[in-house]
């Protein structure tokens, strides 16, 4: 999943962006709200981790300008006031939950993965394609019985591609879901997590479409084909 980190603080912003792309998040952080507006309505976030207190544009009015356009990505806000009424300001404007700092990264983390829950919950809490299930709320990923052991970024990736299932997915959208905007690496670099998924999931999952990409199929009926 992808979030979007929008704090002025650069210590802060940067150690959220560290635990979270721990946890397996792709994390894009920018400095002030005139810029978090643009990469929110520009890009495809699964939350936002929102400062008010902002150059440019607080936050109130860059949630506020989110809402208006259509935009119900989940918005967590942060900021250093604290009362009851710059709560219901921020609500009020369409943000979805309220953190006062200081507070714990581990709170922080909680709360991010509720707002996440919460938007999936009814729709889509698990994927299933056959005997696969891949479940974001646990991240648990299961083959049949058997539960596979998969590292923070590699479920990232099947998470995305399963997301997509049935549909061919190019390297470039995968790291652009994945992987934060500033990685400027190889491109091939998704082959290397695919190869490591293929050899977790067992054959016949992950099916390549040369020069597009890659597509998640059900391996049962992919087998019976054959």
Same mark, same amino acid.
């Given at each position: 999943?992808?979030?979007?980190?929008?704090?002025d603080e650069k210590r802060l912003a940067q150690s959220l962006a560290k635990g979270l792309t721990a946890e397996?998040?792709?994390?894009?952080?920018?400095?002030?709200?005139?810029?978090?507006?643009?990469?929110?309505?520009?890009?495809?976030?699964?939350?936002?981790?929102?400062?008010?207190?902002?150059?440019?544009?607080?936050?109130?009015?860059?949630?506020?300008a989110l809402r208006a356009a259509g935009d119900e990505t989940p918005v967590l806000m942060l900021t250093a006031k604290d009362g009851e009424y710059?709560?219901?300001?921020?609500?009020?404007?369409?943000?979805?939950?309220?953190?006062?700092?200081?507070?714990?990264?581990?709170?922080?983390?909680?709360?991010?993965?509720?707002?996440?829950?919460?938007?999936?919950?009814?729709?889509?809490?698990?994927?299933?394609?056959?005997?696969?299930?891949?479940?974001?709320?646990?991240?648990? =990923?299961?083959?049949?019985?058997?539960?596979?052991?998969?590292?923070?970024?590699?479920?990232?990736?099947?998470?995305?591609?399963?997301?997509?299932?049935?549909?061919?997915?190019?390297?470039?959208?995968?790291?652009?879901?994945?992987?934060?905007?500033?990685?400027?690496?190889? =491109?091939?670099? =998704?082959?290397?997590?695919?190869?490591?998924?293929?050899?977790?999931?067992?054959?016949?999952?992950?099916?390549?479409?040369?020069?597009?990409?890659?597509?998640?199929?059900?391996?049962?009926?992919?087998?019976?084909?054959?």
């Open positions: 999943m992808r979030l979007l980190i929008v704090e397996g998040f792709a994390v894009d952080v920018v400095h002030d709200g005139t810029e978090g507006l643009h990469q929110a309505s520009e890009g495809e976030y699964d939350l936002i981790v929102l400062d008010i207190m902002l150059p440019g544009m607080n936050g109130y009015r860059v949630c506020s710059d709560e219901a300001e921020g609500l009020d404007t369409g943000a979805d939950d309220y953190l006062t700092k200081p507070f714990s990264y581990v709170v922080l983390l909680a709360r991010v993965r509720a707002l996440l829950r919460r938007r999936t919950r009814g729709a889509r809490a698990a994927l299933t394609l056959g005997a696969l299930t891949v479940d974001p709320g646990t991240r648990r =990923v299961t083959v049949g019985p058997r539960e596979v052991e998969l590292t923070a970024k590699e479920f990232a990736v099947l998470e995305y591609l399963a997301v997509r299932a049935g549909e061919v997915v190019s390297k470039s959208e995968i790291l652009a879901h994945v992987w934060d905007f500033a990685y400027e690496g190889d =491109v091939n670099i =998704v082959e290397v997590y695919v190869s490591a998924l293929r050899r977790k999931l067992g054959p016949g999952w992950i099916a390549t479409v040369r020069g597009a990409g890659y597509r998640l199929v059900d391996a049962g009926e992919s087998g019976a084909r054959r």
